[in-house]
């Protein structure tokens, strides 16, 4: 939900995370008076729009508040996330309950409904409903979809779209489709709805209403909504299938148990939101503590926990995430996992989102891995599983690590053309910092030491190739290839130390110390006064220019104890990113007019300043991005910190978001609570 719009909530639509409406009706009558809540543009007559009072957010939840006549009503969406539950984690819904207080003792009757936009293809769709037992069902799809296939916007066609309740003592369920004034205008008139589900027509949506009785102090309702896949992924050209079909084969069996969890679910997303908020908040302040809980949804909605789809077999367990908007890779990054999120930044949500994420990259799961280093660290073995099994088939055919498992998600078929996009120390890098971050934080050596001759492999191509650094790409490929990159020689030092660590292979070790001896102590890689790290080396590469670099890619070193680098270097960069201020936070680098809140966190936690301050002065940029009231995206990794070439006042403007929306990887901000508390401490 666009933040500009929460004002107007109960005439405002939510949308996908790429920018498409999504029809969510929600009305409540009162007594005789039927109010809209939400995503109601055109009510039937005698409808008036709720007053919106106030909006909040917490890691799991978004919370509207509306007045109807003296009642007070809470519409609230919760996506659970139960890092270590693969069950919960893997249903791919999100709860929306309504509460109703200060009623007088009113008859009250609560009704929702949603339309074929949620199936990403408009005039082609099937619905059908059901009941069994008190669990009533619709169920929408796209006929004749193709298996892995999506729309232009990003939405997957293949699956189906859920919107399910369930009646009780308290309530009665009542259903109906057809077209939305028609159906809208019998709920206004009289609380309930026919029974009446013709065949779908294009237009029609699909409600259910819920009688709550008179409500002398308060009640509420609960809906289900989602996306299932029968066939998630593509994972070399076997189907892999979502963890909770191990238990529940279809959809309406998945959705009745979703609804039968919802105290639990609920009760664990109260205790994570406090311990969040809580550790957060007295780690680094209220403003951090903002940033990271915006952050999780978004983070987790991209994890798709998978089984294969022919044995159901729990022990195969394989998370994918695809590279959301900015390119849409199997493992560099994400997942199509149904998520539901509203972003709100003050009382009345400046910047509130709705995200319905759908895949993996390498250089997205590193800045993405924080938040599972604290959460659940196994999530950082299962999410290089299907990496990493791929390249033990010899079908990647270059020295270094390759990017992604597959261009399009969710088509995890590997390149074994080679025609991968190449970043090759960047990703080397990578696998061999995350192996030893999953053996660090999980006390286990045993994965890594079944894969030791790939990991080994790859610490050699550092030792060739990760010093005299052919010109390249690194993971921000927009701003196009760089020989001796510094922050590519980091990644390379620090693999190489991650790897000794690894294995105990103290020559590896011994390099990769050399390469940071060259590169700060012996000054190849800073400028003459030894006051920051240059964007390349040696010193005549950067023609003359007193160029710099966020140096991200020395958090590791910092994080996993690796002392690749002497403290001097951390300090050194503390002191200079203040002098590199921009209007809105630092830049990336000395190229560019935008930042990337990941790697500023990165920094902010390896090279926190004295007494905090340029922690705290990357974090409060953030912030202030985040609540400038400039955005109507889903929280992006990247903004313009100060004036571009192209700065016309449009998108380009300062404050504003720059592409990225919605991606994984701001479980990256994470970083400072992953370094002040450690492994698994919010797990």
Same mark, same amino acid.
């Given at each position: 939900?666009?933040?500009?719009?929460?004002?107007?909530?109960?005439?405002?639509?939510?949308?996908?995370?790429?920018?498409?409406?999504?029809?969510?009706?929600?009305?409540?009558?009162?007594?005789?008076?039927?109010?809209?809540? =939400?995503?109601?543009?055109? #009510?039937?007559?005698?409808?008036?729009?709720?007053?919106?009072?106030?909006?909040?957010?917490?890691?799991?939840?978004?919370?509207?508040?509306?007045?109807?006549?003296?009642?007070?009503?809470?519409?609230?969406?919760?996506?659970?996330?139960?890092?270590?539950?693969?069950?919960?984690?893997?249903?791919?819904?999100?709860?929306?309950?309504?509460?109703?207080?200060?009623?007088?003792?009113? *008859?009250?009757?609560?009704?929702?409904?949603?339309?074929?936009?949620?199936?990403?293809?408009?005039?082609?769709?099937?619905?059908?409903?059901?009941?069994?037992?008190?669990?009533?069902?619709?169920?929408?799809?796209?006929?004749? *979809?193709?298996?892995?296939?999506?729309?232009?916007?990003?939405?997957?066609?293949?699956?189906?779209?859920?919107?399910?309740?369930?009646?009780?003592?308290?309530?009665?369920?009542?259903?109906?489709?057809?077209?939305?004034?028609?159906?809208?205008?019998?709920?206004?008139?009289?609380?309930?709805?026919?029974?009446?589900?013709?065949?779908?027509?294009?237009?029609?949506?699909?409600?259910?209403?819920?009688?709550?009785?008179?409500?002398?102090?308060? $009640?509420?309702?609960? &809906?289900?909504?989602?996306?299932?896949?029968?066939? $998630?992924?593509?994972?070399?050209?076997?189907?892999?299938?979502? &963890?909770?079909?191990?238990?529940?084969?279809?959809?309406?069996?998945?959705?009745?148990?979703? %609804?039968?969890?919802?105290?639990?679910?609920?009760?664990?997303?109260?205790?994570?939101?406090?311990?969040?908020?809580?550790?957060?908040?007295?780690?680094?302040?209220?403003?951090?503590?903002?940033?990271?809980? %915006?952050?999780?949804?978004?983070?987790?909605?991209?994890? @798709?926990?998978?089984?294969? *789809?022919?044995?159901?077999?729990?022990? @195969?367990?394989?998370?994918?995430?695809?590279?959301?908007?900015?390119?849409?890779?199997?493992?560099?990054?994400?997942?199509?996992?149904?998520?539901?999120?509203?972003?709100?930044?003050?009382?009345?949500?400046?910047?509130?989102?709705?995200?319905?994420?759908?895949?993996?990259?390498?250089?997205?799961?590193?800045?993405?891995?924080?938040?599972?280093?604290?959460?659940?660290?196994?999530?950082?073995?299962?999410?290089?599983?299907?990496?990493?099994? &791929?390249?033990?088939?010899?079908?990647?055919?270059?020295?270094?690590?390759?990017?992604?498992?597959?261009?399009?998600?969710?088509? *995890?078929?590997?390149?074994?053309?080679?025609?991968?996009?190449?970043?090759?120390?960047?990703?080397?890098?990578?696998? =061999?910092?995350?192996?030893?971050?999953?053996?660090?934080?999980?006390?286990?050596?045993?994965?890594?030491?079944?894969?030791?001759?790939?990991?080994?492999? &790859?610490?050699?191509?550092?030792?060739?190739?990760?010093?005299?650094?052919?010109?390249?790409?690194?993971?921000?490929?927009?701003?196009? #290839?760089?020989?001796?990159?510094?922050?590519?020689?980091?990644?390379?030092?620090?693999?190489?130390?991650?790897?000794? $660590?690894?294995?105990?292979?103290?020559?590896?070790?011994?390099?990769?110390?050399?390469?940071?001896?060259?590169?700060?102590?012996?000054?190849?890689?800073?400028?003459?006064?030894?006051?920051?790290?240059?964007?390349?080396?040696?010193?005549?590469?950067?023609?003359?220019?007193?160029?710099?670099?966020?140096?991200?890619?020395?958090?590791?070193?910092?994080?996993?104890?690796?002392?690749?680098?002497?403290?001097?270097?951390?300090?050194?960069?503390?002191?200079?990113?203040?002098?590199?201020?921009?209007?809105?936070?630092? #830049?990336? @680098?000395?190229?560019?007019?935008?930042?990337?809140?990941?790697?500023?966190?990165?920094?902010?936690?390896?090279?926190?300043?004295?007494?905090?301050?340029?922690?705290?002065?990357?974090?409060?940029?953030?912030?202030?991005?985040?609540?400038?009231?400039?955005?109507?995206?889903?929280?992006?990794?990247?903004?313009?910190?100060?004036?571009?070439?192209?700065?016309?006042?449009?998108? @380009?403007?300062?404050?504003?978001?720059?592409?990225?929306?919605?991606?994984?990887?701001?479980?990256?901000?994470?970083?400072?609570?992953?370094?002040?508390?450690?492994?698994?401490?919010?797990?």
């Amino acid at each position: 939900m666009p933040g500009s719009l929460v004002a107007n909530l109960p005439s405002s639509s939510p949308q996908f995370w790429a920018g498409q409406n999504l029809t969510l009706g929600v009305l409540a009558r009162v007594g005789e008076e039927t109010f809209s809540l =939400l995503g109601v543009p055109s #009510p039937p007559s005698g409808v008036r729009p709720a007053a919106v009072s106030s909006a909040e957010y917490t890691s799991t939840h978004t919370i509207f508040t509306l007045t109807a006549g003296n009642a007070t009503i809470k519409v609230d969406f919760l996506s659970p996330v139960s890092p270590s539950n693969y069950l919960r984690q893997s249903l791919p819904f999100s709860y929306l309950t309504i509460s109703v207080s200060n009623a007088d003792g009113l *008859a009250v009757q609560i009704y929702a409904d949603i339309d074929e936009s949620w199936t990403g293809q408009s005039g082609s769709t099937t619905a059908n409903s059901s009941t069994s037992g008190q669990t009533s069902v619709f169920q929408l799809s796209v006929n004749d *979809a193709t298996t892995y296939t999506q729309n232009a916007m990003d939405q997957a066609l293949w699956g189906e779209t859920i919107f399910a309740a369930r009646s009780s003592n308290s309530s009665k369920v009542t259903l109906q489709s057809g077209g939305p004034a028609s159906v809208r205008g019998l709920f206004a008139s009289n609380g309930t709805l026919s029974g009446s589900t013709p065949a779908y027509g294009a237009g029609d949506v699909v409600a259910i209403a819920q009688d709550l009785g008179p409500v002398s102090s308060s $009640a509420s309702v609960t &809906y289900a909504i989602g996306y299932t896949r029968d066939a $998630a992924v593509n994972y070399l050209g076997q189907a892999r299938a979502s &963890y909770y079909t191990a238990t529940y084969k279809d959809s309406t069996s998945a959705v009745s148990y979703f %609804l039968d969890d919802y105290a639990e679910a609920a009760a664990e997303a109260s205790a994570m939101d406090s311990n969040i908020d809580s550790k957060a908040t007295s780690t680094a302040g209220t403003n951090y503590s903002d940033i990271v809980s %915006l952050s999780v949804r978004q983070a987790y909605g991209a994890a @798709d926990l998978t089984i294969p *789809a022919d044995t159901f077999d729990t022990n @195969d367990l394989m998370l994918f995430l695809k590279e959301i908007s900015s390119d849409g890779n199997v493992n560099t990054g994400m997942s199509f996992t149904f998520l539901l999120i509203l972003r709100v930044q003050d009382s009345l949500g400046k910047n509130a989102l709705v995200v319905l994420t759908s895949d993996s990259l390498v250089d997205v799961i590193y800045p993405t891995f924080p938040i599972f280093y604290v959460m659940d660290p196994e999530y950082i073995r299962l999410v290089l599983e299907p990496v990493v099994r &791929y390249l033990e088939t010899g079908r990647w055919p270059s020295p270094w690590t390759i990017h992604d498992i597959g261009s399009s998600y969710p088509n *995890a078929i590997g390149h074994d053309d080679g025609k991968a996009e190449q970043q090759p120390i960047e990703e080397t890098g990578n696998i =061999l910092i995350l192996a030893y971050a999953y053996t660090l934080a999980t006390n286990s050596s045993t994965w890594a030491q079944s894969h030791r001759a790939l990991f080994q492999g &790859y610490a050699n191509y550092l030792v060739t190739d990760g010093f005299n650094i052919a010109s390249q790409l690194s993971t921000d490929d927009g701003e196009g #290839p760089l020989p001796n990159t510094t922050n590519l020689a980091v990644k390379a030092a620090v693999g190489l130390t991650a790897f000794g $660590a690894l294995f105990n292979e103290q020559n590896y070790t011994n390099i990769g110390l050399g390469y940071a001896n060259e590169l700060y102590n012996n000054g190849l890689a800073t400028d003459p006064g030894k006051t920051h790290f240059l964007l390349q080396y040696p010193e005549s590469l950067n023609n003359g220019s007193d160029t710099y670099s966020t140096v991200f890619n020395l958090y590791p070193d910092a994080l996993l104890g690796l002392n690749t680098f002497p403290q001097a270097a951390f300090e050194m960069q503390a002191a200079f990113y203040p002098s590199q201020q921009a209007t809105a936070g630092v #830049p990336l @680098d000395s190229r560019v007019p935008w930042a990337k809140t990941d790697w500023q966190l990165f920094a902010a936690s390896s090279s926190p300043g004295p007494d905090s301050s340029t922690r705290d002065l990357f974090i409060n940029d953030i912030h202030a991005f985040i609540s400038n009231g400039l955005n109507t995206a889903p929280f992006s990794d990247r903004y313009f910190v100060r004036p571009g070439p192209t700065d016309t006042g449009g998108q @380009d403007v300062v404050g504003g978001y720059n592409a990225y929306r919605a991606r994984p990887t701001v479980g990256g901000h994470f970083a400072v609570l992953a370094k002040a508390l450690g492994a698994r401490s919010l797990g």
